[in-house]
């Protein structure tokens, strides 16, 4: 086969250190802004991100010449640097370490999007950490608790 093509959909989320709640609107708005517009820069254009005041997810197709480890590295440190121009609250901020990537059948592309974009309203009775262990547990993902938070 002489051309190389793919269809992989990407459901990200990754908190701020510590889940700090430092994403307020209309801040969250730019970031989210911000996010979509560096996921389309590197070839994995954005179909949907939102989050809440602590956290972000990101529903996007992953370029096929990207490595998800790659997307996230660069997402991370360019809206890391972004968002320290924002204001002296801002000049400390910092992203977690880690990161959640999921992988979403395009018949499923729909529903996650509305998720991402129903956030505000999903966690008013349910914490990030909280959220992001049913994920684990739904994509079967085993892992240490005293490694997945910072």
Request: some cysteine; charged content about 20%.
């Amino acid at each position: 086969m002489s051309q190389s093509l793919s269809q992989l959909y990407v459901h990200l989320t990754f908190s701020t250190k510590h889940r700090e709640p430092l994403l307020m609107a209309p801040l969250r708005t730019e970031m989210h802004a911000y996010l979509a517009t560096v996921l389309t820069n590197l070839g994995s254009p954005a179909l949907k991100v939102g989050g809440t005041s602590d956290h972000v997810h990101a529903l996007f197709r992953l370029s096929k010449n990207c490595s998800l480890a790659g997307i996230v590295e660069e997402i991370k440190t360019s809206s890391s640097k972004w968002i320290k121009t924002k204001g002296r609250g801002m000049t400390s901020f910092h992203w977690q370490s880690g990161y959640g990537g999921f992988s979403v059948s395009p018949a499923h592309v729909e529903k996650v999007a509305e998720y991402i974009a129903q956030q505000e309203t999903h966690h008013r009775g349910v914490s990030f950490q909280e959220e992001y262990r049913r994920l684990l547990k739904r994509y079967g993902i085993e892992y240490d608790e005293r490694y997945v938070w910072d």
